[in-house]
């Protein structure tokens, strides 16, 4: 039986899409393996800037850390951008970060809650994680060639669609409300909202962004724990560089900055 096309179509995010380059090029797919392999390969064919690829269910759809992102099909958000923001590599990290920021502000505003970012990635609420941002970027001889920023937001997943794991609880938009929600709409007001943090980001900089990305950090001033060179270690989440590496006061006196480590919030 073929996979019923549903949607979000091209057409339904374009109807509400206010950008001049994120969306304005889309491709969706109703059976992938992952939006971000598309996009991957688009890219590396030379795929402009802005160009997104959705996409109604993924078969191997992928998290950070070589974790699965699973979704059921037609509930959830899953997209994946083209992003050519320059040759520095470190332009990968802001890039994640300006996109969790844009999502929990569109998040915390269309729900009427608060949401925030759990560096670099997870963007989250009291009750779980709601939607997170796996960056892939292709390095050249002379820096960063593209990187391509894959979005899943749990949108109307139902409480038993989403990951059982106690530790790291999960929520929905509709977990959250009670209410189903437009996810063509939702994709138009983040790729609008990412548009409007990215090209502040291109021309001044990661650094101009800080005060706001720290606004939504959550954990600032908690006790964290993280892996550093194969060691474990832990220290005070005191905010974020202007590269945007999270700085911690380590319990072993001194600032350390982390790139690319996942924290553990400790109780
Ligand atoms: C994470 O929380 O570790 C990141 C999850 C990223 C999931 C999205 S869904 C769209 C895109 N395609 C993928 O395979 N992964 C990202």
New binding site residues.
């Given amino acids: 039986m073929n996979t019923p096309v549903c949607g979000p179509l091209p057409a339904d995010v374009q109807r509400h899409l206010a950008t001049a380059r994120l969306g304005r090029r889309m491709y969706f797919h109703p059976d992938v393996t ?3 392999d598309i996009a991957l390969d688009l890219a590396r064919h030379g795929e402009p800037e802005g160009t997104v690829v959705i996409a109604d269910h ?1 078969r ?6 070589g ?1 699965v ?1 699973s ?1 059921p099909p037609q509930r959830n958000l ?3 951008m083209i992003l050519r923001p320059g040759s520095d590599a470190r332009g990968a990290l802001p890039v994640t970060l300006v996109s969790a920021m844009s999502i929990s502000v569109v998040l915390s505003k269309l729900l009427d809650i608060d949401v925030r970012v759990k560096w670099p ?2 963007v989250v609420c009291e009750r779980g ?1 709601i939607a ?3 960056a892939e970027s292709s390095v050249s001889g002379s820096g960063l060639a593209f990187v391509v920023v ?3 937001i749990n949108v109307n997943a139902r409480a038993e669609d989403l990951p059982a794991a106690p530790a790291y609880p999960a929520a929905s938009c509709f977990t959250l409300t009670g209410s189903e929600w437009d996810r063509a709409k939702i994709a138009a007001d983040v790729l609008g909202t990412i548009e409007a943090y990215y090209d502040r980001f291109l021309r001044d900089g990661f650094a101009t962004l800080r005060g706001a990305y720290e606004a939504r950090l959550a954990h600032l001033g908690r006790r964290v724990a993280f892996e550093q060179q194969g060691r474990q270690a832990d220290g005070v989440v005191l905010g974020v560089a202007g590269d945007g590496a999270l700085r911690v006061e380590s319990s072993g006196g001194g600032e350390t900055l982390l790139y690319g480590e996942s924290i553990e919030v400790l109780p």
């Fill in positions: 992952s939006t971000n993924q191997a759809g992928r998290g950070r850390r974790r992102w979704s899953m997209l994946s990635n997870d994680k997170g941002i796996l894959g979005t899943g």
